[in-house]
């Protein structure tokens, strides 16, 4: 019976059935609706009740439900605006890095004649960070960076340096490559996808106009991979701003950021402090997507690019 039917859904009018159902299912009025009940339900209400929650205030490890502003005017006065800064600057170097590093990487395996074996690979190897866990993957780090790890061991050993590097740990350096490593796969993808759906043609007839490679990249392939290098960002700037294993693994305590500090409320139970923090992320990575668009509006029409892609 399973066998029959598989074969019936396989066939060109099982497919037609099942498109058609599709189709019939999302031409209901109650779809996008209950999308959006549903939506609203499990993202926007704890949202709202975060904001609301960060107007409160912890007196004797008890929150005390009197409306002000005196936890998010602590926020500034108690030295926590320096840590935004440097957690937004760090964010957006990683980001930049990886987009710099991750464009072509996904360009080359997308466009640059791999084979689909390689691409397997390539693609499993990128998805296996995703099945460990994120401490496991850093931990090992201070191993391998330490003053006694195995880097400043080989160094010393060679006699290329006279004593160990103390910068690889313990420092903004060692976090920003933790971050690199972590996020990585998070870049790499969403642009790999964007990049991978081009149509050929588009890139064959830009060179049989006459285009180099290096205008056929800047007038097709990268306004019609937009979609990609967003959702990369998305996906990278997001996390990065939020990132607390690798500043406390690789940090050693001496980078101190947003999530260390969200780290340190919580432990003391100050929730409304906790609160005040995390929608203080919320509203500045709602801030940097809204410049990033209207930066992107100068490279093309998003919602053109979507149409091609969609093509």
Known sequence: MSAALKAEAGSPAGTTRWTGGLAAMSGRNWVVPGFLVIWTLIVIVPLVVLFSYSFFETKHFQTVYDPSFDTWISLFQSGRFEVTLRSLRIALTVTAIELLIGYPFALWLAKGGTTKTTKAVVL?????????????RTIIWRAILGQNGLVNSILTGTNLIDAPIEWMLYTEVSVHFGM????????V???YLAINVIDEALIEASEDLGATPFQTLKNV??????PGVLAGIVFTLG????AWVEPSMLGGGFVNLLSNSIESAYTAL??????ALSTFIILLLAVL???????????GDLSSTFRVLKS
């Not at 996390?239 to 939020?242: D, K």
Request: proline share 12%; hydrophobic share 70%.
């Open 124 to 136: 499993a190897l990128l998805t296996i960070p995703f099945f460990l866990d994120l401490s496991s």
């Open 180 to 187: 690199i490593i972590a996020f990585f796969p998070t870049m």
């Open 189 to 191: 993808l969403p642009v």
């Open 221 to 226: 392939i990268f306004p019609l991979s937009l």
């Open 239 to 242: 996390p990065a701003l939020a």
């Open 270 to 275: 100050k929730y409304p402090v906790v609160a």
């Open 289 to 299: 997507l809204i410049i990033m668009l209207l930066i992107a509006r100068r490279f």
